[in-house]
């Protein structure tokens, strides 16, 4: 983590997000992939990544109408194109390569 990374406390991001602080502890308890950090005394302190990930879920519920189950599912679609969008971005940055090395030979 960097040094200059800010956090916050679970009210803090209540107030950011305009959400209450117990629907931001449910969401922990629903979503796997929010995890905030614990201070020395066990309180939740979030960073930025965290906060972003609050509002996309608030977004998906309340924005555009989701409820538990399909913002999950929402989410993890999102995730499994993301993986693919990196694998194609790998393969093609391979493809790349070898075309510069044969580019290279044939001169």
Known sequence: MKSEDKFYYIGEVSEIVGVPSHIIRYWEKEFSFLKP???????????EKEIEKIKRIKNLI??????????KKKLKE????SIEVEESLKFLKK????LKEMEKCLQ
């Open 78 to 81: 999102k995730l499994r194109k």
């Open 95 to 98: 493809l790349l390569k070898e």
């Open 62 to 71: 309340y924005g555009e109408g989701y409820r538990i189950r399909g913002a």
């Open 37 to 47: 950090l614990r201070d020395q005394r066990g309180h939740r302190i979030y960073t």
